[in-house]
């Protein structure tokens, strides 16, 4: 009788945990709703135009062969090309590069640059394997991605555990499937390019460029003094430490820093500088001489002024958003912070930048990479700086007045400065046919 009763009680199912591209769609819908946006350009934006899987074949340095999967999601093109980094992590699957891409659709909307989102990457841990796999592994992906990427079409970029190298090998293998006469004329392709190679001084420094530009705006406005501040920094690869080594200057003091190896705290100031060596040597900022190492919670839970999220995605979250102890969230990673992190921020009363007004220095820099192979220039360091900092400043100031104007957050504000730019666009051109 009891295990016939037992049979008739519902099976409680387990909550299916928000996704990355769930947490973009409920951003998407806070902006929407607020906004008014319409209802027939909310369909459109709230769907990606294409999304390419790809499996393919490489030689090992044993002689084995292995596949890999790669993905490159393309979510809207209306302003321009797509646009968007390519990252290899052992994470990465289309849930992840769907949601990156439409973030860098919001992106170039709201930095008013004339380029669509889009994002990639291979599911791979790269320390396990040697720098000539990986380049074997990059030229294979290239050439499977085919006529899915293009100069004029979808421009790749550096994104986690990517750099000016894989670039220029991403550029090379594209240029030699092209036809000779076509070659000088698709160096654009791709973006992040080391110098030598067609890329623009300050692009390796341009996303934590931005950051810092941003948290000096910031501090501007709130009458805050930088050269008193302390900060902390997750995630130490290119974003975290060039925010970093670009805090120096203005006399700030960096506490603490996480990335995969561990987290540091030094009440007297870690140097930014020679912790970058020293990740540079070591691969992480595990065993750090000149720092106590420290548990994540510890870490999560110091006391500084400004807090700069810059590794991987749902790092501020329900279970750890509640710990942090600072004034000020500025986003160098793509969707550090999750809905139940933003909330509760929200009610601690600690100021957010969002990620794609706070990180988009990067796509700015690209976009200026992109022209100048256009147009055959190479730019001074000075110029593209300047140029950045024009660029990301009116992008804050249109936030800032737009998150006063309909009273929300500046996650949801930097949302509809994008969103209103695509609608205009929509608006104007129409839908074919």
Partial sequence: MCALQGTNKKEERPRRRATLYDNVSQQFGQAADLMELDPDIRRILA???????????????????????????????VLGPFKGGLRYHPSVEIDEVRALATWMTWKSALTDIPLG????????DPLKYSPREIEHITRRFTFALGDNIGPEYDIPAPDVNTNAQIMAWI???????????????????????????????????????????????????HGFLLNRATYTVQGFGNVGSWAARLLKPHGAKLIAAEDVG??????????????????????????????????????????????IPAALENQINAETAPWLNVKLVAEGAN?????????????????????ILCNAGGVIVSYFEWLQNKRSESWELEEVDSRLHKKIIQA?????????????DWRTAAYIVALTRLATVYKERGIFP
């Fill in 47 to 77: 769907k990606t135009a294409n999304e390419i899987v790809v499996h393919f074949p490489v030689k090992m340095d044993d002689g084995r062969v292995e596949m890999f999967t790669g993905y490159r999601v393309q979510h809207n093109n």
């Fill in 117 to 124: 989102g889009a994002k990639g990457g291979i599911q791979i």
């Fill in 171 to 221: 550029l090379d293998t594209y240029l030699s499937m092209m036809p000779a006469h076509e070659r000088n004329r698709s160096t654009h392709v791709v973006t992040g390019k080391p110098v030598e190679s067609g890329g623009s001084v300050g692009r390796e420094k341009a996303t934590g460029q931005g950051v810092v530009y941003i948290i000096e705006r910031w501090a501007k406005d």
């Fill in 262 to 307: 561990g987290a540091l705290f030094n009440e007297n100031g870690i140097d930014p500088d020679d912790l970058a060596n020293y990740v540079k040597k070591q691969g992480n900022v595990g065993g750090y001489p000149h720092a106590k190492a420290i548990a994540h919670e510890t870490f999560m839970s110091t006391k500084a002024d400004i807090f």
């Fill in 335 to 355: 969707g550090p912070t999750d809905p139940e992190g933003d909330a509760i921020l929200r009610r601690k009363g600690i100021e957010l930048i969002p990620d």
């Fill in 396 to 408: 804050y100031e249109k936030v800032r007045s737009t998150a006063k104007a309909y009273e929300t």
